[in-house]
């Protein structure tokens, strides 16, 4: 069975801790995405990546930073952690040609 | 720019009653065009995509859903509604290289 994997469920960090989010998929997919889940604001682009060493800012990447040194793992990285990055974090991954996205089950992060 | 609209945040029916919730998209061009599903705590699983051909496609757990151009319209349909169909709800309209753009979900609520 095809997967995203995300490596935390849940996490609880305190202001300006460093955290990463790290996502693995086994499908062979060339681009890969972090997706952050507000209540009443839907899903919103954090950053994606087509290929390996390749990344690109979504639509809310400040606060953020991205790794993807392998094809198979793209890491979310928050330098300092703040209270309003507490949030869902959802890793997705899809082949060029089909455009549908696997997601992982999320990660929970709570910013004390 | 595109946007997706799903103008109901909360639905309820009752169990064995019809289902249907609205997408309405703004895109540039033909687009590709999604449902997903989400149960609790858990990431997206997808429910049906459009590509192109038949507007009319069929998905998993017994959804489909209608793409009327003229309408701008992708709205998700099922005949009989079973307890656990209760979930968040998402269409996405999707860009270049998997990009997607999602609207902000509408809540099912499924009466016994």
């Known amino acids: 069975d095809v997967k995203v994997t995300q490596s935390s469920r849940y996490l609880v960090k305190r202001t300006g801790e460093k955290v990463f989010l790290e996502c693995v998929q086994d499908?062979?997919?060339?681009?890969m995405f972090w997706y952050r889940q507000d209540p009443g604001l839907g899903l919103r682009l954090i950053y994606f990546?087509?290929?390996?060493?390749?990344?690109e800012k979504g639509d809310i990447p400040e606060g953020y930073s991205v790794s993807r040194e392998k094809k198979e793992r793209f890491s979310l990285i928050l330098e300092s952690a703040s209270t309003n990055q507490t949030s869902m974090y959802l890793c997705?991954?899809?082949?060029?040609?089909?455009?549908?996205?696997?997601f992982g089950e999320g990660s929970r992060l709570t910013v004390l | 720019a595109q946007s997706v609209t799903q103008p109901d945040i909360h639905i309820t029916v009752s169990e064995g009653a019809s289902l249907e919730l609205r997408c309405n998209y703004s895109?540039?061009?033909?687009?590709?065009l999604f449902w997903y599903v989400q149960s609790p705590g858990q990431g997206l699983q997808l429910l049906l995509k459009?590509?192109?051909?038949?507007?009319l496609v069929q998905g998993i757990k017994g959804f489909e859903a209608e793409f009327k151009r003229s309408q701008s319209s992708f709205n998700l349909r099922k005949p009989s509604v079973h307890w656990s169909d209760a979930a968040e709800y998402f269409c996405?309209?999707?860009?270049?290289?998997?990009?997607?753009?999602f609207g902000d979900g509408t809540t099912l609520t499924v009466k016994p």
């Open positions: 459009y590509f192109s051909g038949d507007t």
């Open positions: 997705a991954s899809t082949r060029t040609a089909t455009g549908e996205l696997f």
């Open positions: 990546s087509y290929d390996v060493k390749m990344k």
């Open positions: 895109y540039g061009a033909t687009p590709y």
């Open positions: 499908m062979d997919h060339e681009n």
């Open positions: 996405a309209v999707g860009l270049n290289a998997g990009k997607s753009t």
